[in-house]
């Protein structure tokens, strides 16, 4: 064996099929890797979609994906582990791009592309968006500025065993993972790929987006105290949206139409932030 998938499920019946399809069609031998889905207590019929593919399925009662990522790895046999969500649908070659990937010399972790299902103009720029800069940001060399998503991440399970297992939190255990990995190696031993790719089903409107803006806002506050993070700064940001514009070739219209929403993503995402800020001290002061 030498892949193990790991999938967190919670309540997410509505893509449990596409999921675990594209898990089970991968261009990769039958043999050679194995799914482990874990229940993390679903009140929907996620569980019995999931009975009715040939994956290991297991039920971890401590609530929070990172516990039932943790319980995945537990239960894992082989020597490289990936993450992907149940809303998730890698595209067929993920799990050969994840082998060849971690051949690369040096490489601890790597992180893929995640394309939003929606075909809508203004979410097909935020996608851009998002993985231009993922890519300038986990090929760069401030350490503090990276993080890390668990719905398309693969790892060498010896720096799991080193650098983990993940904190078992509600929100930033996977930055919180990529942040010791850097820390403990170098910014070289997380990398990312842009043909590592998954579609995130889930995210088909604007408001989701700003949703999880908001969250990721509000946990990178609630975790700092675990590890501090640098936000991108204005300069980079325009950078990589000077970089979407001119190779979506945009009108000046629709530049000015995806800079609308970059703001609002942005003062979601402050708004989380100073959530997480405010939540934070009232802990401390209690």
């Known amino acids: 064996m ?8 919670f309540n997410t019946a509505a893509f449990i099929d596409r999921c675990m399809t594209a898990l089970l069609e991968q261009d990769y031998p039958e043999s050679d890797y194995e799914v482990i889905a874990v229940d993390n207590g679903s009140s929907d019929d996620s569980l019995e979609r999931l009975a009715r593919f040939p994956v290991t399925v297991i039920r971890e009662d401590k609530r929070g994906s990172y516990a039932a990522r943790n319980a995945g790895v537990r239960m894992a046999s082989a020597s490289i582990l990936a993450f992907t969500d ?12 994840v082998e060849s990937a971690l051949d690369t010399p040096g490489c601890l972790v790597v992180q893929g ?24 940001t986990l090929n ?27 904190v078992e939190r509600d929100r930033g255990a996977d930055t919180i993972f990529v942040r010791s990995v850097v820390d403990g190696e170098s910014c070289d031993a997380v990398r990312y790929n842009p043909h590592m790719v998954i579609d995130h089903l889930e995210m088909n409107r604007f408001s989701d987006y700003l949703k999880k803006m908001f969250i990721y806002g509000r ?15 204005l300069s980079d940001r325009f950078k990589i949206f000077h970089t979407v514009t001119q190779k979506g070739n945009y009108s000046l219209l629709q530049s000015a139409s995806f800079a ?23 802990r401390t002061e209690k």
């Open 260 to 282: 609308g929403a970059m703001a609002c993503s942005m003062a979601a995402w402050q708004a989380g932030s100073w959530a997480g800020a405010l939540e934070s001290l009232h």
């Open 219 to 233: 946990s990178r506050k609630r975790y700092r105290h675990l590890k501090v993070t640098e936000a991108l700064g």
């Open 2 to 9: 030498k892949i193990s998938v790991i999938v967190p499920v």
């Open 86 to 97: 149940s809303d998730c649908a890698p595209r067929a070659d993920w799990l050969r791009t």
């Open 113 to 136: 592309k995640r394309r939003l299902a929606s075909t809508s103009s203004l979410l097909q720029a935020i996608n851009t968006y998002e993985f231009t800069k993922d890519e300038f």
């Open 140 to 166: 760069g060399n401030n350490a503090l500025k990276y993080y890390g998503y668990t719905n398309n991440m693969a790892t060498h399970r010896r720096a799991y065993e080193r650098f983990g297992p993940f």
